[in-house]
């Protein structure tokens, strides 16, 4: 079945320090979501992308659909305490349906 | 606009005793999913209805459970004679019609603990 490969599995990071994290597939997806998912609580949208090649930023957040739509990789810039949690890649094929999701990536942010 | 609902937050059962764990989807929404994720584990999807349908079910076990998403009320998810591994939160989404639009939001969670 499909799978996404999300790395890295964790990272401990510094304040200030910027973070990338992405996604690969064997299988092409339409749509890329990057969710973040805090202790005891539902994955919230963080960035949505449905074209191939799209970049989009949502405050110090941005997101790339990669060319192939196989990968898709996260950038978060000069990082805070609140980043922490863990961070989640998820396709959606092309008949829409369900969504398949990473691994996830666990953020550490030392103040 | 209210998000994707869900009830109960937290449910323990015995073994052996059903757990029905419900969603309200977002206004306007069709579309509803169901996920499960184990301690430390990402999200593993169960099952995608739609309004009186189900649509995939690629996800979930042979036994013991069941969705339903009836044309009026909450979708529901049915887990009967629970045993100490269905422990896990329970994830529901939804989405709005396909030719509106593509994203998938999701509730809160249910916390199911099994004792």
């Known amino acids: 079945g499909q799978q996404l490969n999300q790395s890295p599995q964790s990272m401990f990071i510094q304040e200030g320090e910027d973070v990338s994290m992405n996604c690969t597939s064997s299988?092409?997806?339409?749509?890329w979501l990057w969710y973040k998912q805090d202790p005891g609580e539902g994955p919230v949208l963080l960035i949505a992308?449905?074209?191939?090649?799209e970049l989009t930023s949502n405050g110090r957040l941005t997101a790339q659909f990669g060319i192939t739509r196989k990968d898709s990789f996260l950038n978060i810039s000069a990082s805070i305490p609140s980043d922490v949690g863990i961070y989640f890649c998820?396709?959606?094929?092309?008949?829409?349906?369900?969504?398949?999701f990473g691994q996830g990536t666990e953020l550490s942010v030392k103040p | 606009n209210a998000g994707v609902m869900q009830n109960p937050r937290h449910l323990v059962r015995r073994r052996g005793q059903e757990a029905r764990l419900r969603c309200s989807p977002m206004k306007g929404h069709s579309h509803v999913y169901w996920y499960r994720q184990l301690p430390e584990e990402g999200l593993k999807f169960m099952v995608y209805l739609q309004k009186e349908n189900i649509i995939d079910e690629s996800g979930m076990p042979k036994e013991r459970f069941s969705a339903e998403f009836p044309k009026e009320g909450p979708s529901i998810l049915r887990i009967q004679q629970v045993v100490r591994g269905d422990s896990a939160a329970y994830f529901c989404?939804?989405?709005?019609?396909?030719?509106?639009?593509?994203?998938?939001?999701f509730g809160e969670g249910s916390w199911l603990t099994v004792v």
């Open positions: 299988s092409i997806f339409n749509t």
């Open positions: 998820a396709g959606r094929g092309n008949q829409g349906g369900k969504l398949i």
């Open positions: 989404a939804s989405s709005p019609p396909r030719e509106t639009g593509n994203t998938i939001y």
């Open positions: 992308l449905y074209k191939a090649g």
